[in-house]
C-alpha cells in the first residue's frame, strides 16, 4: 500500500518569511496529491492540490510542487501571516477506481510575530 | 449549507460497550471514508464507501464496521470498543473522483 512520509514535523517560522513542507509517496501510480490545513479544534481542509500530469500549481500565496521521478511533492507558503498557524497535512492517492486516502503525519507550522 | 454532520461530538464509554457514532452528508455525494486522528500518526483512513452497498477497508479497520445503506449515512459501529480505539474521529465525502474531501467536525471518543 501506498505510505507517505512528512517533514518536518514542527516548523517555526518569521511573520513575512516563507515555509516549505515536503511529503515523500511510495506507490508509484498515486496520481492525486491534496494538502490540507487544520486549525486547532476544527475539520481539515482542503487548501490546494496538485495532479500527476502538473508539476506545480499555485494560489495567491499558496504553492505546491511535484517531482513523479523522486515521488516527493511540496508545499510553499510565501509572506506567512499569523494566521497560517496549523497543522498541514499533505496525502497521496491513486485516484480512480478507489477512496484510499493516505496522510502525512502532519507538520504543526507556528508563525512568530 | 452543504455538510457533513456527525453525533455524537463527544462521548466517554467503557470498554465493550457497543457504540455507534452516526455521519450523515446533504450534498449527495457518492464517496464517503471515516478517519482517526492520533497525535503524530496523522490521519488514518479507517473504511470507506465509493457507493450504496459498496464499502471496503482502508488502512485501520480491525475492531470497526460501517454500513452504506443509503447514499447520505455512513454509520461508523465499534462492537467492542477498547481503549487503543480512543481517539479523534472524523467523516468526510466527496462528490467524484478528482473533487476535494468535505469533513466533518471530528467526534472525541473516549474509551475507560
Known amino acids: 500500500g501506498e505510505n507517505v512520509e512528512q517533514h518536518p514535523s514542527t516548523l517555526s517560522v518569521q511573520e513575512g518569511d516563507s515555509a516549505v513542507i515536503k511529503c515523500t509517496y511510495s506507490d508509484s501510480a498515486s496520481n492525486y496529491f491534496p494538502w490540507y490545513k487544520q486549525e486547532l479544534g476544527k475539520r481539515p481542509q482542503l487548501i490546494i492540490d496538485i495532479r500527476s500530469n502538473v508539476g506545480e500549481k499555485k494560489d495567491q500565496r499558496i504553492a505546491v510542487t511535484l517531482n513523479k521521478t523522486a515521488k516527493h511533492f511540496s508545499l510553499h507558503i510565501t509572506e506567512t501571516q499569523p494566521e497560517d498557524s496549523a497543522v498541514y497535512f499533505c496525502a497521496a492517492t491513486f485516484n480512480f477506481g478507489n477512496e484510499k486516502l493516505t496522510f502525512g503525519t502532519g507538520t504543526r507550522l507556528t508563525i512568530i510575530p | 449549507e452543504a455538510q457533513v454532520t456527525q453525533n455524537p461530538r463527544y462521548l466517554i464509554t467503557v470498554t465493550g460497550k457497543k457504540l455507534t457514532v452516526t455521519c450523515s452528508q446533504n450534498m449527495n455525494h457518492e464517496y464517503m471514508s471515516w478517519y482517526r486522528q492520533d497525535p503524530g500518526l496523522g490521519l488514518r483512513q479507517i473504511y470507506y464507501?465509493?457507493?450504496?452497498?459498496?464499502?471496503d477497508k482502508g488502512d485501520v479497520p480491525e475492531g470497526y464496521k460501517v454500513s452504506r445503506k443509503e447514499k447520505r449515512n455512513f454509520p461508523l459501529i465499534l462492537e467492542s470498543p477498547s481503549p487503543n480505539q480512543t481517539s479523534l474521529y472524523f467523516c468526510?465525502?466527496?462528490?467524484?473522483?478528482?473533487?476535494?474531501?468535505?469533513f466533518g467536525d471530528g467526534t472525541r471518543l473516549s474509551i475507560l
Open positions: 468526510a465525502s466527496r462528490s467524484t473522483v478528482g473533487q476535494p474531501q468535505h
Open positions: 464507501s465509493m457507493n450504496v452497498e459498496v464499502t
